[in-house]
């Protein structure tokens, strides 16, 4: 066995010994291996919701509903119907489709409109998106569910009236205190007499509720138009917004094709623009497979692993929302593994470099968190979905007379604005229009080989989505980790400027510990790296078709959010 193979199997096995109760996968709750259909989610609540949409027969487009709404609920600062989600959807039959439900800039939103002021597009009314979930979830809905409509939404619209606050909603609610306190709405629904909710008390929010029950009832056209529209547009109106109800009436979803590209003996199918995060993941797997298995192992595979991400985040500022902008050169450069070849001659194994080394001309955003899902059912259809209202918590505006958390998604575009010789300039490919999507990371994917369904695998986290999904996808296909393995081994991360690399030192809601091992520290800082250690990142769900063995899935949700599949 190689050197490297050797260190990363010490490291995992330091891991799983510092991980509460680990004493085997058997027995942890965040897997479960299942003969018919199963569900990864953020919260177990969730996933048992959407494996009882499986039991009674439906799809995993049904499941991915129920799912989803359920995670808005339960999850808000992570996702909801305020928001937006790329949802893919890959069917027994090999048909692949991408369900775009992006936020979009409201028509009267303006390149210059917050003049150079970062904190009006970052928080507040102004920082609101046309909210795209609910279309999404439907048009998906109609095109591939066999469960009435009304019985995905109820469940949801159930859990608003009254659930328990998590660990991990607890601990994004403290994060998030002045914001929550210092709006009317918000503290409503996740505060009392003054303080927040601890964990285990129970959250209510009715008019969620109300709202969830118009769209069991009516479908979208109850949120995009009549009373709850009317509703919100007053209530972001009333709080300084400039969205109105013909933005709601008029925002429309975009079915897409999905990437594809083979690598590693793998098809791994991924999210195109708006979102740089699939071309991204394709990109530096094409750089890595070139070093083969044993390449990416050890230290040496991570420190190849972070320029590979560097050169990433150096493209990643030319892409943008497609039906405004040609980025058609972009990806498929980013998907040529000529390309990854060029890029790959520029790594050098003893040493890393300054961000003008990678080429980057775009001063580089980050996103931020989400919710992501991965779901097989009994037929062997497909669906990996993130979800998004980007910070946690969204603008930090809960509309009162809806219950509605809505979304700051308007702060991933681009801002023009005065730059510095420190400072790249803003990407124009990514400055605001009317109906325009802001550029994003997510990047849901679904992974097969010889055309037989493989994996569907994703996860959250803002712009470190794509190297979160890399990671999982690498240590399951390429180092041969069982699942469970896969998402709990240690991560690293890299955004490029500041030129830091980011590696997990943290003990979660769950009392699991994650640290990135000494030996593979010190490797990486003899190479020039500076490191920073990391209370957080990426959460990942990941569902495997066991196609070589018994046939069945086993789910895995990410411990780092308390999160627990449910199959049957």
């Known amino acids: 066995m190689a050197p490297g193979r ?55 487009v049904d499941a991915a509903v129920a799912t989803s709404l359920c995670l808005g609920v339960v999850s808000p600062a992570s996702s909801g119907i305020g928001g937006g989600a790329f949802m893919l959807v890959r069917l027994a039959d090999g048909t692949a489709v991408i369900y775009d439900s992006r936020e979009t ?57 009254a659930f328990r606050v998590s660990p991990y909603l607890h601990m994004q609610m403290k994060a998030t205190e002045a914001g929550i306190l210092g709006n009317a709405g918000m503290r409503a629904v996740y505060a009392s007499d003054g303080a927040l909710l601890k964990v285990g008390d129970v959250c209510r929010n009715g008019k969620l509720a109300w709202t969830l029950q118009a769209v069991a009832e009516r479908g979208p056209a109850a949120f995009y138009g009549g009373s709850v529209a009317d509703l919100l547009v007053k209530d972001v109106k009333e709080a300084g917004g400039i969205m109105t109800k013909e933005d709601l009436e008029k925002y429309q979803i975009k079915v897409r094709r999905p990437l594809s590209q083979s ?47 560097k050169h ?40 890393t470099f300054s961000p003008q080394h990678y080429g980057g001309r775009w001063n580089i955003l980050q996103d931020h968190g989400t919710s992501h899902l991965s779901i097989v059912d009994g037929e062997r259809n497909a669906v990996s979905m993130t979800s998004t209202v980007n910070s946690y918590f969204g603008s930090l505006i809960l509309s009162p ?19 510095t010789a420190n400072s790249p300039p803003p990407a124009p490919n990514n400055f605001v ?38 990671e999982v996808l690498l240590n399951h296909f390429a180092k041969n980790m069982d699942p469970l393995s896969s998402v709990m081994a240690p991560r690293v991360y890299h955004q490029l400027i500041p030129n830091v690399v980011q590696y997990e030192n943290w003990t979660t809601v769950t009392g699991d510990r ?36 018994r046939g069945d899935l086993t789910a895995v949700s990410d411990p780092r959010k308390g999160g627990v599949p449910a199959g049957y």
Not at 292 to 298: D, K, L, N, P, Y
């Open 263 to 309: 690598v590693m003996g793998l098809t791994v199918l991924s999210m195109p623009p708006p979102s740089a995060g699939g071309a991204g993941l394709m990109l530096v797997l094409n750089i890595l497979a070139q070093y083969g298995v044993s390449g990416i192992s050890g230290s040496l595979g991570i420190h190849r692993l972070v320029e590979s991400l």
């Open 312 to 351: 990433y985040m150096a493209v990643k500022m030319n892409l943008g929302d497609p039906d405004f902008v040609d980025v058609g050169a972009v990806v498929s450069d980013m998907l040529s593994p000529k390309f990854a070849a060029e890029l790959k001659r520029t790594i050098y194994d003893n040493m």
């Open 433 to 470: 229009a009317p109906l325009k999507r802001p550029l994003s990371s997510m990047c849901p994917t679904i992974v097969l080989k010889d055309g037989k369904l493989k994996a569907a695998v994703g996860a959250s986290g803002g712009s470190m989505i794509p190297a979160g999904t890399i």
């Open 514 to 549: 994650f640290l990135l091992d000494a030996a593979t520290r010190g490797d990486l800082l003899k190479k020039g790296h500076v490191l920073k250690p990391l209370a957080g990142g990426t959460i990942s769900q990941l569902v495997v078709h066991n196609v070589e063995s």
């Open 105 to 161: 800039a409201p028509l009267a939103a303006t390149k210059d409109m917050y003049g150079g002021n970062d904190t009006l597009k970052a928080r507040g009314a102004l920082s609101i998106g046309v909210p795209g979930e609910i279309a999404g979830l439907y048009e998906a809905w109609k095109r591939h569910g066999k469960l009435p409509w009304k019985e995905l939404v109820l469940p949801a619209a159930k859990l608003a009236r």
């Open 401 to 419: 007379s809806t219950g509605v958390l809505l979304n700051n998604e308007m702060d991933d575009f681009s801002m023009p604005g005065n730059t």
């Open 6 to 60: 050797l260190r990363w199997s010490a490291a995992a096995l330091v891991l799983l010994f510092l991980a509460a109760g680990a004493a085997a996968e058997a027995v942890r709750r965040e897997v479960v291996t299942s003969p018919h259909g199963a569900v990864a989610a953020d919260d177990g609540r969730c996933s048992r919701i959407g494996r009882d949409a499986l039991r009674r027969g439906g799809t995993a």
